[in-house]
Nanobody, 117 residues
Framework: QVQLVESGGGLVQAGGSLRLSCAAS????????MGWHRQAPGNQRELVAL???????IYADSVKGRFTISRDNAKNTVYLQMNSLKPEDTGVYYC???????????WGKGTLVTVSS
């Protein structure tokens, strides 16, 4: 089993910054993918950013140039630095860890980010 605990959400004005953290514990393989999805009210959950254990990254077009994902493999922690926040970035941000061979997804409980205009 894998447990994910997110932190760092909150209320921020448009143009501001927040940094999310997600610490993983439990049965974690060295090869995995960690990242963030988000869900705005009334919308489906969508990908924000992913990072492999080797450091390769993927970003949603809507956050490119504003968000940066990183990870500390020694601490099994993934971070999401969010700059130039917009009201449309508001939502619950969920941490995800994907183990491979076989593929299994684990989700955190989410942390709320609210960007006021």
């Amino acid at each position: 089993q894998v447990q994910l605990v997110e932190s760092g959400g909150g209320l921020v004005q448009a143009g501001g910054s927040l940094r999310l953290s997600c610490a993983a514990s439990g049965s974690i393989s060295r090869i995995n993918v960690m990242g963030w999805h988000r869900q705005a009210p009334g919308n489906q959950r969508e990908l924000v950013a992913l990072i492999t254990s080797g450091g390769s990254t993927i970003y949603a077009d809507s956050v490119k140039g504003r968000f940066t994902i990183s990870r500390d493999n020694a601490k099994n922690t993934v971070y999401l630095q969010m700059n130039s926040l917009k009201p449309e970035d508001t939502g619950v941000y969920y941490c995800i860890l994907t183990k491979t061979e076989p593929t299994i997804n684990y989700w955190g409980k989410g942390t709320l980010v609210t960007v006021s205009s």
